[in-house]
């Protein structure tokens, strides 16, 4: 059985974390993560703070093990989701997009344990300094909003860094991608793109069949220009995107309108032409719809193999 310290400083089954994916983590995909024994984490991001309330209440209709929020800093609600946080006694909050620090202390004062997504050693170790409980270590293999590092170098440089628990995320879609976070030094992973297809998840079909159909080359990074690098799948979307991106004429403000809500037009209408389909590079590893379960236990097996059969190597 694959465990770590972050199994008992949770309350966890499996070191496994769902990513706190805008507009797709709500209360079905959470609690059926928790439910498997990982941490089912709700994305805060499409919220405000009633409706967060509303859907943290329904996830506990459906779980009564450890789940998670994740807070995108840049949300306009985020200081009213941090807030419900608190008054919910939420167990862990996760967070991205951003630097937590404002928010820490009322976090760990009212007992919630904080773990901050990061993407470079330096908000590791400022994070680590007040108080957080763990780290995500996200590489920029990842889907949605992205750093610069990618996981094989961030993962193990973070680790060094802090004494806090790492977790692994970004380019980790099965038993391999989690046998090899735990040689870099990692205590679990967090997975967004196998979720995504997990039959809990309501995702719009088409955005699931676009996942298991996507290839090795499926991925674009855009929206450097306007500071919001995002990975998605290829589609008119994103080629749109590019081009408006390379016009010198097209203003930043422009740029920046014309990706909003294309994340709710993906998740909700599958709408293929004007959605931005977030998917990180291992898309092309999700070949099969599973229930969290079965996600959660094949990868935990898989984890297993790897690791005992890594010891034939040594000679
Ligand atoms: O946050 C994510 N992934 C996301 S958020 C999101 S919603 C969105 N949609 C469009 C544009 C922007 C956001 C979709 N996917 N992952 C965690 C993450 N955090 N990745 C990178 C970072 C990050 C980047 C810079 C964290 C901190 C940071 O700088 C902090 C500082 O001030 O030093």
């Known amino acids: 059985m694959i465990k770590s310290r972050i199994c008992e400083l949770l309350g966890i089954e499996y070191p496994i974390f769902q990513g706190g994916m805008a507009w797709v983590a709500d209360a079905s995909l959470a ?6 024994g990982g941490l089912g984490i709700l994305a805060g991001m499409n919220m405000n703070g009633e409706q967060l309330r509303a859907e943290i209440k329904k996830l506990r209709t459906l779980t009564a093990k450890p789940f998670g929020v994740n807070v995108m800093l840049m949300s306009p609600f985020a200081a009213e989701v941090a807030d419900v946080i608190v008054e919910e006694k939420v167990p862990v909050v996760t967070t991205g997009a951003g630097n937590p620090l404002t928010f820490i202390k009322k976090w760990t004062e009212a007992g919630v344990k904080v773990i901050p997504v990061v993407a470079s050693v330096s908000l590791a170790k400022m994070v680590a300094k007040r108080g957080a409980t763990a780290v995500v270590a996200e590489g920029g293999e990842s889907g949605g909003h992205i ?8 993962v193990p440089q973070v680790v060094d860094a802090v004494d806090i628990p790492v977790i692994a ?3 980790i879609a099965d038993g391999r991608g989690m046998a090899a976070a735990f040689m870099l ?5 967090q997975m967004g793109t196998r979720f995504l297809v997990a039959k809990e998840c309501t995702v719009h079909q088409t955005y699931k069949d676009k996942v298991l159909a996507a290839g090795d080359g499926a991925t ?3 929206g450097r220009r306007i500071g919001h690098p995002a990975r998605a ?3 008119p979307f994103t080629r749109s995107f590019a081009a408006r991106e390379a016009d010198p004429t097209a203003t930043d403000e422009e740029l920046t309108a014309f990706g909003t809500g294309a994340l709710r037009k993906a998740v909700k209408e599958g709408d293929w032409e004007n959605g931005s389909f977030l998917c990180g590079q291992v898309a092309g590893l999700v070949k099969k719809e599973q229930t969290c379960k079965e996600i959660i236990e094949e990868i935990a097996a898989e984890t297993e193999t790897v690791l005992k ?4 190597r040594l000679r």
């Open 31 to 36: 609690a059926a993560v928790s439910e498997a």
């Open 147 to 154: 750093g610069e590092a990618h996981t094989l170098p961030l």
């Open 169 to 171: 995320a970004g380019g």
């Open 185 to 189: 030094g990692a205590e679990g992973v």
């Open 220 to 222: 674009v990074v855009n």
């Open 233 to 235: 799948l290829k589609n």
């Open 309 to 312: 059969n890594a010891t034939l």
